[in-house]
């Protein structure tokens, strides 16, 4: 089984930080965290120290072990379409990015 990270930058729609803040906290990332394969998740809030362009104001990195990331993703996507996992529209859902990074294997 492989190991991967999953990234995640979002942010609020203006002026609805606080409810999406709960809802993250309280429901999605329990949510996300139940799903088969994901061992681990934390969240973080962009700083103004940096190189390049910013990202969105809030990052989530999970980990994740699986053969493959695409099963995590398509899981996701059964439980939301399910209504097994809670949505918000406070998220800005359109300025959402999302990607897997599969954990570096020294070269010999």
């Known amino acids: 089984m492989a190991k991967f990270v999953m990234v995640v930058q979002s942010q609020a729609k203006p002026g609805r930080e ?55 993703m398509a899981e996701m996507g059964r439980r939301a379409s399910a209504g097994a996992m809670s949505v918000t529209d406070s998220l800005d859902a359109a300025a959402t990015r999302l990607w897997f990074y599969r954990e570096h294997e020294p070269v010999g």
């Open 18 to 72: 606080a409810e999406y803040h709960r809802w993250y906290d309280r429901e999605h990332l329990p949510d996300i965290l139940a799903i088969p394969g994901v061992t681990a998740g934390r969240r973080f809030d962009a700083t103004p120290v940096m190189i390049g362009e910013p990202g969105l104001a809030c990052l989530a990195i999970f980990e994740i072990e699986a053969d493959d990331p695409a099963e995590v």
